[in-house]
């Protein structure tokens, strides 16, 4: 059973944690506003822009691009967006468990595995054909950094070295949660029901300057870097999310055994003082009898 002394040393000790956990709280929650702006500014220049290259490109007669031919290849490649470092909840384990459910789901593709962070590549690595792992000047890549990462991967498709390309990652909800994605990012994908609605939303012709073919050469590669920047992103802050709600629940647990080692040893400080002076009433007792 523990004495006083050593409950004094946990409770400095827990003390000493919860002083830690409350700071790299303060650091998350810091990083995490930033990290928000720049996602949720990003997000709907996004989306519009996949959005306009989809409309124009069902519309334009008889368009083809290499970023929408399918590839008769079996090779796939998977960028995965994990983080450095840990203490942040379930943000990496999520993603692995995500991506393994996913090689299950994939058997007809030989998939290899690019990484951005560490993390759940080293999960994983013994499991999967594992390819480079990107790294960069600061935690938070920049947009040209990020560009040579799609510049790259982008490039073995149009060769034909891989067949698809996809994304894994967390896309960021809001600063309490995430939701963990495995997208396609090329071929990018039109379906034919999808064109016959855009069809039926827009039954006439639209005036294009220059020609809709051009603008398409123009605006697909854009789309593709752009999707390639907002996933990482979306990562970068859920990441940050989730590491500030470990910490706050770190906080709150270390509050908790502060408090119930306090109650543990005031009882065995009552319970000395007690039995001391029940020794003294009895040696007084004693003398007087």
Wanted: aromatic share 8%.
């Amino acid at each position: 059973m523990a004495n006083i002394k050593d409950l004094k040393k946990k409770i400095k000790s827990t003390k000493g944690t919860l002083k830690i956990t409350k700071a790299m709280k303060l650091v998350s929650a810091s990083k995490l506003n930033k990290a928000q702006v720049r996602i949720l500014g990003l997000r709907p220049y996004s989306t519009e822009l996949e959005e306009t290259v989809r409309t124009v490109s069902a519309l334009a007669t008889n368009y083809t691009n290499e970023y929408f031919k399918p590839r008769e290849n079996r090779n796939s490649v998977v960028l995965v967006i994990s983080s450095d470092k840990g203490l942040c909840g379930g943000y990496n384990t999520l993603l692995a468990k995500t991506v393994r459910k996913f090689i299950g789901e994939t058997k007809d593709e030989d998939l290899k595995f690019f990484f951005i962070g560490k993390k759940v590549r080293d999960l994983i690595q013994r499991e999967v054909n594992s390819g480079k792992t990107f790294s960069f000047a600061k935690a938070d890549p920049t947009y040209e950094e990020v560009r040579k990462v799609a510049d790259e991967l982008g490039t073995m498709f149009l060769t034909g070295e891989v067949g698809k390309i996809y994304v894994a990652y967390n896309s960021f909800i809001s600063a309490i949660a995430f939701d963990t994605k495995i997208r396609q990012l090329l071929p990018m994908q039109v379906t034919a029901e999808t064109k016959e609605a855009i069809k039926v939303k827009y039954p006439y012709d639209f005036k294009y300057e220059p020609t809709a073919e051009q603008i398409l050469d123009t605006l697909i590669p854009e789309v593709y870097l752009t999707t390639v920047y907002t996933c990482v992103l979306d990562a970068i802050a859920s990441e940050h999310g989730s590491r500030m709600n470990a910490m706050e629940n770190a906080s709150k647990n270390c509050k908790e055994m502060v408090k119930k080692l306090t109650l543990k040893m005031n009882k065995l400080r009552q319970a000395r003082i007690t039995t001391e002076l029940i020794e003294v009433v009895s040696g007084a007792e004693s003398l007087n009898g």
